[in-house]
């Protein structure tokens, strides 16, 4: 797994925290819905984060927030990665809808921009619209994303596996109902290990048993998830 | 009593849990790695917690897995060849439930080619009788290091584990307590460079036993190796620090 350094620049505060660019490779950067394993340097902080793009991937990289509350610009990160599985548009897609549910919606920003591309519809349900959200994306709040079914030909969505039930409710699913369309979510659980160990810290189980986000995922179809997990 | 080698091609390792269960490609390190050892292995099936936590303090972390992993069987057939091809000793991480199953698992692992040492870590409640007779069970024909954690690196039931011919033991990392989701406690294992203090006090303290003692926790410097190894450990593991990617 390829490691390597990059300047952590352009941090900024937003509703989400802190966000910040990284002058990375092409060839290392995450696509969406994937992460790189990001430590300081300083031997007595003890754990990586995991960042994920916030920009598309032919943009200058920014990696969405939250990043750790002690870092600042200017700071040298060494990097694990790209490591995950990350969201695959599918071809057909024309109306796509994307949640941010307890989440940062940038973390969604990559693929609206994929989407538009390529020549879709894009609503993006979220408490609050990111900052650089295009604007033939349609911005609305996560209240009415069930009529997002009625409509989207894919969703995605990105949420702490503790808020799988919630994005269920908002979706007005029935218990055990599955989605009727293409479905995609970002788990967002702490990935210590990035894989290296498969520690166990982001077990999530799914209707094929028990997963690792860090490396099955972090993103997985919504009908594989299961709530007990 | 003749105290078994333990087998090691450098005095620099992981830690049990910190590399999955076959040697990595890459090793952090410009020294080569003495030794592979495995993620803890039970003999059944362990699924995960249903209440896993990562619980970050000053200086460290805890964690709370349950140690999932697939079974010593569903391990031996799917690691057996990569470990018998591995250009480095495989210590075996066991974590039996009972002493039957500790000597139950070290018989079916003593022919596994490139298994050359057995690592054995006790059930959290094991008191210290039940971890004499563990290590009773779990000594057989490949040398053995017990993991003592740091919380209980003391009391006589130390001298006694070094008195039945342990070929090693491994100072590991200590379980604690701390508030989580609704101020409840959870319990689990201490992660962190905050426990340098005590592996180094445990090193010393239980280094007059003449049992090779392996500094297991608290590593995450070159510096913090180098200080355990001059200090007298037979050799240091990193856990978590691996998981940076450098060290």
């Known amino acids: 797994m390829p490691t390597f350094t990059a300047v952590l620049s352009e941090v900024r505060l937003g509703p989400g925290g802190l966000s910040g660019a990284l002058d990375v490779p092409p060839a290392l950067r995450p696509a969406p819905g994937q992460y790189l394993l990001a430590s300081s340097g300083d031997p007595t902080d003890p754990l990586p984060a995991a960042l994920f793009p916030a ?15 002690h870092w600042s610009g200017g700071m040298r990160l060494h990097l694990r990665g790209p490591l995950g599985h990350g969201f695959h548009l599918p071809e057909p897609a024309r109306r796509v809808a994307l949640a941010a549910l307890d989440s940062a919606p940038e973390l969604l920003l990559p ?13 993006l349900y979220a408490a609050q619209p990111p900052q650089g959200l295009p604007d033939a994306v349609e911005a609305l709040p996560l209240e009415l994303l069930a009529e997002a079914l009625s409509w989207a030909d894919y969703l995605a969505a990105a949420f702490p596996l503790s808020s799988l039930p919630a994005l269920r409710r908002l979706c007005a699913l029935a218990p055990h109902q599955q989605f009727s369309m293409e479905t995609q979510g970002l788990v967002l659980a702490t990935m210590p290990c990035g894989g290296a160990a498969l520690c166990g810290a982001c077990a999530v189980l799914t209707g094929r048993g028990w997963k690792h986000a860090c490396a099955d995922g972090p993103v997985f179809s919504l009908n594989l998830l299961e709530e007990a997990g | 009593m003749i105290r078994p080698e333990i087998p090691l091609a450098s005095p620099y390792m992981n830690a049990a849990g910190s590399l999955g269960f076959a040697p990595p490609a890459a090793w952090p390190l410009p020294e080569r790695m003495g030794a592979f050892v495995t993620h803890p292995i039970s003999l059944a099936r362990r699924t995960p917690a249903a209440s896993r936590a990562l619980l970050p303090f000053a200086g460290g972390f805890l964690l709370h897995t349950g140690l999932p992993n697939p079974g010593l069987r569903t391990v031996l057939r799917a690691y057996a060849a990569r470990w ?22 070290v018989a079916r692992l003593e022919n596994v080619e490139g298994v050359l040492a057995i690592e054995l870590s006790l059930p959290p409640g094991a008191g210290p009788q039940e971890g004499l ?3 009773s069970a779990a000594l057989g024909e490949l040398p053995l290091a017990f993991c003592i954690p740091l919380d209980r690196a003391a009391g006589p039931w130390v001298a006694e584990l070094a008195g039945l011919g342990v070929a090693a033991f ?13 101020a409840m406690p959870v319990s689990g294992r201490l992660y962190g460079p905050a426990l340098f203090p005590q592996v180094m006090s445990a090193l010393l303290a239980l280094k007059p036993l003449g049992v090779p003692l392996i500094a297991g926790a608290g590593v995450f410097s070159r510096a913090d190796a180098a200080a355990l190894l001059s200090a007298g450990a037979a050799a240091v593991q990193f856990d978590a620090a691996l998981w940076k990617g450098y060290i």
């Open chain 1, 55 to 69: 920009t598309p991937p032919d943009a200058p990289l920014r990696v969405a927030p939250p990043l750790p509350a």
């Open chain 1, 111 to 123: 693929l609206a921009h994929l989407a538009l591309r390529s020549g879709a519809a894009v609503a």
């Open chain 2, 84 to 105: 018998a091809r591995a250009s480095l000793p495989i210590w075996a991480h066991l974590i039996p439930e009972n002493p039957s199953q500790a000597a139950e698992m």
């Open chain 2, 133 to 135: 007779e563990f290590a």
């Open chain 2, 170 to 182: 491994t100072l590991s990392a200590p379980r604690g307590c701390l508030p989580g989701p609704a």
